[in-house]
């Protein structure tokens, strides 16, 4: 019998977690996902840190105040290591858009466009990189725009179904839920754990992908953030997932049987009219796990963000 994780990438596209650049050469993804945390532990490691020397010298190259130095900085890390990336996967790089701007459409967009910029001057083209923005209502506004003018988005940090709606709406090409967030959010507050087929996380991707497939919309569900494998094995079929090496490991270690749960083929429904700003939010703000775990993804972000900054800060010192 093959490994798991060669029968799950029979019926999944399998997507590396990882800024990991040895770890994406060693498991030989299709795609590969990045963002803030990933990259600060990447950067940490010896063999990764050029690459916050590089960026820095390139930003100090373009010139302007500190601050603009020190985000063109970190654009262009995410951008260097997305690139090396790709000269080892046959797909697309997800790269995160700076989390504190989150809230602001245009200012989303902007910095959108200098990402594809940047990825540009250096030979790739957009058709193979995702550009990840958090679903606030201003993210996937964002998304929206971008999408119609040929930028493919993967809106993340994805906690229920009003995002996942809107985000199809918006005609996102990804989509990322947070299957090992929403389990922690519950067993916290129902000090509980819960067998695999129960976990509330996988209950939410499930509820996002039947309803995709029943209303027809294209966007892919890419279930993220797992705690475990138990998790990815009960969202077999889903159209991508996104796994971090650890458990990449231990899929390839388990030779017992996968067993697809997700199947696109179901009865069609007429789509429903989409969710205006005032429904939208009203729908988060009634999901507590959603809106709590949409907010501490954005501080959390946001603060390795400043980290990565500050070890950018250091060299330009």
Sequence with gaps: MPSQLAQLRRMTTVVADTGDIDAIRQWQPVDATTN??????????????????????????????REQVLANAGDMLAVAVGREVLAIIPGRISTEVDARLSFDRAATVARVQRLIELYAAGGIAPERILIKIASTWEGIAA???????????????????AQARASADAGAFLISPFVGR?????????????????????QSVRSIYRYYKQHGYATEVMGASFRNCGEILELAGCDRLTIAPSLLAELEGSTAEVVRKLHPQMERLPRE??????SFRWQLNEEAMASEKLAEGIRNFTVDQRKLEALLAARLA
């Design 182 to 202: 929403i389990l922690d959010w519950y067993r916290s507050h129902e000090q509980r754990d819960y067998a695999p087929a129960d976990d509330p996380g996988v």
């Design 36 to 65: 803030p945390s990933l990259l600060l532990k990447a950067v940490q490691q010896p063999q990764y840190a050029h690459f916050l020397d590089e960026a820095m010298a390139w930003a100090i190259g373009q010139g302007g105040s």
């Design 273 to 278: 009219a989409p969710l205006d700003d005032s």
């Design 143 to 161: 998304a929206a725009e971008l999408q119609r003018a040929g930028i493919q988005c993967n809106l993340t940090l994805m906690f229920s179904l």
